[in-house]
């Protein structure tokens, strides 16, 4: 065999792709957008009033949230397989509907439950099968196909319970065999002492969380060094027990000015902790000595704006104060508002008409007489209902929460620009980033008389400022890796793996032993989340729905049944529907015929912002857990914060859109820089 | 230069689709560590000519043989279980998977973990990377998506695959046929890997300048006709340019 010249194999790893360390992994991965948004939503409301996020109204809403977080899972699972299911809605009334109806009429004293229930999954798994073989047989689209399902179930739901049961409504299923079986493990409520050591379990498992978190991620963005240096490991293990006794000291005591002492040693030492541990494992970089970046330069003013904003926006306005914006607002300042909304359209239409060329000057009597009107009344209409529509405590929470979150994107971003340019610059951006942290804090703290306040958001402040600091000192004198390191990578993987498992059992003690009860619903939630993110991620079924929604051809013609993954997926989504409808049923004692219908549309939405596609093959089931986690605490916060209620559905289609936006925006850059 | 015995053999082999003849009289050898290029422009049946091969159409007259015996492929899966693999320009890969999940698709490794069927996905992934390792490519990231990897890069994603997979005859179709130079010559360097490593490959195309370098055998088809079959040293560029354009007909 001839060997031809230039066509040898050679190793030729594209020299554009550059390594990514752990956080743009993260970044990519679908169900971050989730994340933060659950977090974003649930400090938002924590922060605006006293009611929301105590421990009594978390189990609530945990418990609404159950049903519907059950029922994303299934359909985020379909979604990824690159299908719809509009019946899913209506299959959970239909379940709860079967097994009510069966257990009172289908004999003279009605049947036990150990038939009825089956007997309702046992119909639900036909009506997902047939959904499934009529996608798959007619190559109709899901939508189509299911919606005809939607209606023909939502129809025989109503006929059923009017004819048998003579109302829309069936109720009173607790005289049946095997009621209390099955409420026990569907719909029961259990009931825990208040725990001793919860808070120190909190605690404990937060710092372990936060310190496994950290020191994950320093294990995979930083080159190993040869040796160990001791001295730095000292000053780094002196600065560990600052930080414990800070935090020990802190939850001890309770008056404020006795908590400073222990809060500067706190932080102190947990700034030095992690930057003395970077210095003893890890290898050092040199200065990149460089002058102001320009690229950083509106990034930075925008981010003191920021800072500045939401640290006076608590001082202007009142936090307890209930009224609408128009309302509050002084006569003269609602006509300035009513100018300014009108002027600012028209300042808008002036610029673009002067820089305009000569051929859209010759169109300037339709703009001024036809377009400028209609752009006038629009803006002002919309100031104005604005201002109609919400309280002043509601614009204070959203314009603190804006500014804030704005003010450390816009500093991330300088500190990143500087970065490339110049150490001394990205070490100076980062310390006005920690100050600006302080200074909200502090902003914030002066501001309220809620002790929530004082304690929980001024603690969580003072702790974004220590961890800018640390990262910000780390990051300047390390280098960053830009090779993968197989063992370093698995050592971070795990380090972050266990964080989060200690996190969320500390987050669990927390919530579900602080109010003593633990319901079942919630523990049917997290059970089936987590098998289908195992059977997603976990196994070669997960491997099969990813690429029948991504590419069924090609799943096809690599041996894998697509048409048969298809319909386990309906099948699954049905039953699921039938068991949150036994779940329901078992919990109210009473089933409604129009149960669900709807809120099919609601399952879609919790999946989207959990970062799955419409179009399948990418997504996440943890992911479309989390979105149905924003949704319930959406649908639970604003009444806790007095908005008015069906301010949800408005909140509702914002939440959807921007974290749609917010997903593709991120999964877009962070492709963009592999 | 070809002792060994083929590993694929077609004898006049015909296919007719009612009155219209999409190939007649056509003839090949493949032999294993070498690659046979069928060359031909756009509706010289080089199409039929392979889906005859991958046993999605049976030939309508002529004998296929495979290692000496005839068959007769009633499916492509037929011709799939004697390793006769085919790669097709779309692919058969979903662009949001990864590539190791890509690479193992249909066929997953698994790992028992008490009485459940695990995803070996650190097996898949060591494999993956390793396997294409083989073939002289260097994927950083064996967890990016397969959409953004480069064309040629997913090409080779999918000849490592079949390669793995058992693959004895390799039918690669147009894979060059979307590329840019650079990425071209990185295609055809793994289909002179492929073929290193002891498998007969096929390489359909109508790019000459493709061909020549890494062929050692090539059919001309030009309208459903065989043009003849012609070893590597019988052959100059011009010549093949000539022959393939249907100017001129083999002496």
Known sequence: ?674 | MSNKTPLLELENVSKYFGNVKALENVSTTVIAGQVTCVLGDNGAGKSTFIKIISGLHKPSAGKYMFEGHEVAFDSPRDARSLGIATVYQDLAMAPLMSVWRNFFLGSEPLRRFGPINLLDSKFARATAKEEMAKLGIDVRDIDQPVGTLSGGERQSVAIARAVYFGARVLILDEPTSALGVRQSDLVLGYVRAAAARDLGVILITHNPQHALPVGDRFLILNRGQSVGQFEKADLSFERLIELMSGRVHAA
């Open chain 1, 1 to 674: 065999m001839s060997e031809v010249d230039g066509l040898t194999p050679t190793k030729t790893g594209d020299e554009r792709i550059t390594y990514r360390g752990p956080i743009k992994k993260l970044l990519v991965s679908p169900e971050i957008g989730a994340l933060i948004g659950a977090v974003v939503v649930w400090a938002f409301f924590w922060g605006n009033g006293d009611k929301f996020g105590t421990a009594g109204s978390t189990a609530n809403f945990l418990d609404v949230a159950a049903p519907l977080g059950i029922m994303a899972v299934a359909v985020s699972l379909l979604m990824i397989g690159g299908e719809f299911d509009l019946s899913a809605g209506v299959m959970t009334g239909a379940s709860g509907v079967t097994i009510a109806l069966m257990a009172k009429y289908f004999t003279d004293g009605g049947i036990s439950l150990w038939v009825c229930i089956p007997a309702a999954f046992l119909l639900a798994g036909c009506v997902g099968w047939w959904n499934g073989f009529l996608v798959n047989r007619t190559g109709l689209p899901s939508f189509i196909v299911t919606l005809g399902s939607f209606f023909v179930i939502k129809g025989a739901n109503l006929v059923f319970s009017k004819r048998i049961n003579s109302l829309v409504n069936v109720s009173d299923v607790d005289k049946a065999h095997g009621y209390k079986f099955f409420k026990a493990v569907l719909g029961g409520e259990n009931k825990f002492g208040d725990m001793k050591y919860r808070d120190i379990i909190f605690i404990v498992g937060g710092i372990l969380f936060a310190v496994l978190m950290i020191l994950g991620f320093i294990e995979q963005s930083l080159v190993r060094k040869q040796s160990i240096s001791a001295s730095d490991l000292i000053v780094s293990l002196i600065g560990v027990a600052g930080a414990t006794f800070g935090v020990m000291t802190l939850h001890r005591t309770d008056s404020v000015n006795g908590n400073t002492v222990a809060g500067v040693v706190g932080l102190i030492g947990t700034v030095l902790a992690i930057v003395f541990y970077a210095r003893a494992r890890f290898e050092k970089r040199e200065k990149i000595a460089g002058g102001f970046p320009p690229a950083a330069k509106t990034l930075l003013l925008l981010g003191i704006l920021g800072t500045a904003v939401a640290s006076l926006t608590g001082q202007l306005f009142d936090r307890n104060e209930e009224r609408v914006m128009l309302q509050w607002m002084p006569t003269n300042l609602r006509l300035a508002v009513a100018i300014l909304g009108g002027a600012f359209p028209l300042a808008m239409t002036i610029r673009s008409f002067m820089r305009g060329d000569i051929e859209r000057r010759g169109r300037v009597i339709s703009l001024l007489i036809l377009r400028l009107p209609i752009i006038c009344l629009v803006s002002l209409t919309g100031v104005v209902s604005l201002f109609q529509l919400t309280t002043v405590q509601a614009v204070r929470a959203v314009i603190i929460t804006v500014a804030g979150t704005g003010a450390a994107t816009c500093f991330y971003q300088a500190r990143r620009a500087a970065g490339k340019a110049s150490t001394k610059w990205f070490v100076n951006i980062g310390l006005l980033m920690t100050a600006a942290f302080l200074v909200v804090a502090f902003a914030l703290r002066a501001d309220s008389s809620a002790p929530r306040f004082r304690g929980g958001i001024f603690t969580s402040l003072l702790l974004g400022a220590t961890l800018v600091l640390a990262t910000t000192l780390v990051e300047a004198s390390h280098r960053a890796r830009t090779k993968a390191d197989v063992s370093a990578d698995q050592l971070g993987r795990r380090m972050i793996l266990l964080g989060l498992i200690i996190g969320g059992i500390a987050l669990a003690v927390r919530l579900v032993l602080s109010d003593g009860v633990f319901r079942m619903s919630v523990f049917w939630w997290m059970f089936f989340t987590m098998v289908g993110a195992f059977v997603l991620t976990k196994t070669k079924y997960g491997n099969w729905i990813f690429a029948v929604g991504g590419n069924k051809d090609a799943a096809r013609a690599t041996g894998v049944p697509a048409d048969k993954v298809k319909t386990a997926l309906f099948v699954a989504t049905s039953l699921l529907g039938a068991f949150v409808g036994a779940m329901i049923l078992m919990r109210l004692n009473s089933v409604q015929a129009q149960q669900g219908d709807g809120q099919e549309f609601e399952y879609i939405i919790a999946a989207v912002v959990g970062g799955n596609l419409m179009t399948g093959g990418y997504g996440s089931v943890v992911g479309a857990s989390l979105g149905a986690l924003i949704m319930a605490i959406s649908k639970n916060g604003i009444p806790a914060a007095q908005w008015n209620q069906d301010g949800r559905f408005i909140f509702l289609g914002a939440v959807l859109l921007v974290s749609v936006l917010v997903n593709n925006y991120v999964r877009k850059k962070a492709n963009e820089q592999r």
